[in-house]
């Protein structure tokens, strides 16, 4: 599990009951977080593992089966899933997300932001730098984009591209 924020707020916590749920269940999981925040004390005084580190730079993560939840990020994110929903929020820089089979939704990126999505769709809200989604089969909500925005639709026809661009606010 990845867990960004600072603080022990209901994200942080839905993360701690899910790791407990998992080691009543003999799933051993491990919590990466920012050094000195209150889910590593957390998680630490529950007797789970947790690994931190500080996280002030660019922010990696790749994920084959898991849903991706990233907030706060000081610097660039590049997070992608093969599976499951990717979610990030509050970026400080470029944001670049790719989910095969989930749904991708953005929010609050200071920087430039990328977002490929396959078989579902992409939100984007308050996006300061400019955006280009490239999509095959899902739609694409957004609002809040301060820079424009370029929409690649692969395997659709231009009917279903100008479906996509009707409904953006």
Avoid: W
């Amino acid at each position: 599990h990845l867990e960004t924020g600072r603080h022990l707020y209901g994200g942080p916590r839905q993360v701690i009951e899910l790791m407990r749920g998992l080691d009543a269940r003999g799933v051993q999981s491990t919590l990466a977080c920012p050094t000195g925040s209150a889910i590593a004390a957390a998680v630490a005084g529950a007797g789970l593992n947790v690994v931190t580190h500080e996280l002030g730079g660019d922010l990696d993560v790749e994920a084959d089966h898991s849903e991706v939840d990233a907030q706060n990020v000081t610097g660039a994110a590049r997070l992608s899933t093969s599976f499951d929903e990717l979610r990030v929020a509050e970026v400080t820089g470029d944001a670049t997300l790719k989910a095969e089979h989930g749904k991708v939704t953005a929010r609050d990126v200071k920087g430039a932001l990328t977002a490929e999505a396959r078989f579902e769709g992409v939100t984007l809200e308050n996006i300061a730098g400019p955006v280009e989604v490239r999509v095959q089969h899902g739609g694409v909500s957004a609002r809040g984009l301060a820079q424009g925005l370029k929409i690649t639709a692969e395997g659709d026809g231009p009917g279903r591209l100008e479906q996509r661009m009707n409904r953006l606010g």
